[in-house]
């Protein structure tokens, strides 16, 4: 585990002066290496419920399965729907619902695990053959994406309701794609839409179904959505000019869609931050390039500062670590390289 820094943007470079850099806070959690499938050495955690009880996937038979790991850190493989060699898990709710994907040679389906494991196949839209849940909420309401091809930049943003029946999510005027990839408990949806101008935007839409376009940060011209949070906060990602050169910047906006940029460590080549998931008390986790250009998972605090979440023992230069879920008690997981990983305050 690494030591919290304390960050300054004296003597910084040009381009990371174009950065926002909170102060470094209190020390990093702990960090906990959670386990593989056995015969395997390779997962990655993508989401946690209040209970501590996360979800994400392993390797296991040359193939790739969504698994779930207790509070106690134990792995339990989740399988695949019938006649699916590999799934993948992107999220739990506090129930024990798991949302994901499951797949085959000929295209993949958007699944849905009960508390009890049994596995439930989700409507897909007429005409695609690939469609991954993404996000789940309290009441079991998913969103995610269908496409007629495996990349989901091609793909058309949908909710899909307990029951599993898929309604696609309007395009921005003039889109052709986008993706739903967070949704919060009154089934409100938060992820990405192209528009006229041919960019991507971070988008918003309602419980009804209307569609925002939510602002770039100055100088910005593409934008993803990542995470909502209880309060309609949102958080992501904006690609935007700095000087001759660009920079990717982690983002918030607040319910009233006013934009903020969250900052990250300063840099001597290009900036690259991200929020993936809002916590609780305004916080948000992700991942951010360090002052050593290396991608390293980070929580930004209540109070604007940055923390240094750590990674993987043995990690070595090129790792990238990135904190993908956090719940109300301030438990993150995610993945450095290959180790899926759980940072406890």
């Known amino acids: 585990m690494r030591a919290t820094r304390t960050l300054s943007i004296a003597g910084a470079s040009a381009v990371a002066l174009a950065v926002l850099v909170p102060g470094s806070a209190s020390a990093a959690p702990a960090l906990a290496e959670l386990p ?12 946690i ?43 739990i709710n506090n129930e024990g619902t798991v949302a994901g994907r499951s797949s085959n040679s000929k295209g993949q389906r958007a699944v849905r695990w009960d508390p009890d494991g049994r596995i439930t196949v989700l409507d897909s839209l007429p005409g695609t053959a690939y469609c991954q849940a993404k996000a789940i909420n309290a009441t079991g309401e998913t969103a995610g994406y269908c496409s007629e ?12 309701s307990v029951d599993g029946t898929v309604t696609e999510l309007a ?42 376009e939510l602002k770039y940060l100055p100088s910005g011209y593409f934008a993803e959505a990542m995470g909502i949070g209880a309060d309609g ?25 006013s934009v903020t940029d969250l900052g990250g460590f300063p840099v001597t080549d290009k900036p690259s931050s991200e929020a993936r998931a809002a916590g609780p008390d305004n916080t948000a986790v992700g991942m ?14 209540s109070d604007g500062s940055l923390t ?7 990690a ?30």
Do not use: C, M
């Open 36 to 47: 593989a499938l056995p015969g395997s050495s390779v997962a990655g955690a993508a989401g």
């Open 49 to 91: 419920n209040d209970s501590g009880i996360a979800v994400g996937w392993s390797t296991t038979g040359g193939t790739s399965h969504a698994v779930r790991w207790g509070a106690d850190g134990t792995v339990t493989d989740l399988g695949t729907a019938a006649g699916d060699t590999g799934s993948e898990a992107t999220a």
């Open 149 to 160: 091809s495996y990349s989901s930049y091609y793909g058309r943003p949908v909710r899909w």
């Open 171 to 212: 395009a921005l005027p003039g889109g052709t794609s986008g993706v739903g990839a967070a949704i919060a408990d009154d089934g409100t949806v938060a992820g990405w839409s192209t528009a006229s101008d041919h960019q991507t935007h971070a988008t918003r839409w309602a419980t009804g179904g209307t569609v925002t």
């Open 233 to 257: 906060t949102i958080v992501g990602r904006v690609q935007r000019s700095v000087g001759g050169s660009y920079g990717v910047f982690a983002t918030r906006w607040k319910a009233d869609g």
């Open 288 to 301: 951010s390039k360090d002052t050593e250009g290396r991608y390293t998972a980070v929580r930004w605090n």
């Open 308 to 314: 240094d979440l750590g990674r993987a023992a043995g």
């Open 316 to 345: 070595g230069p090129g790792t990238i670590t990135f904190a993908a879920s956090v719940n109300t008690h301030g438990v993150v997981v995610g993945r450095s390289g290959g180790v899926a990983v759980r940072w406890t305050p």
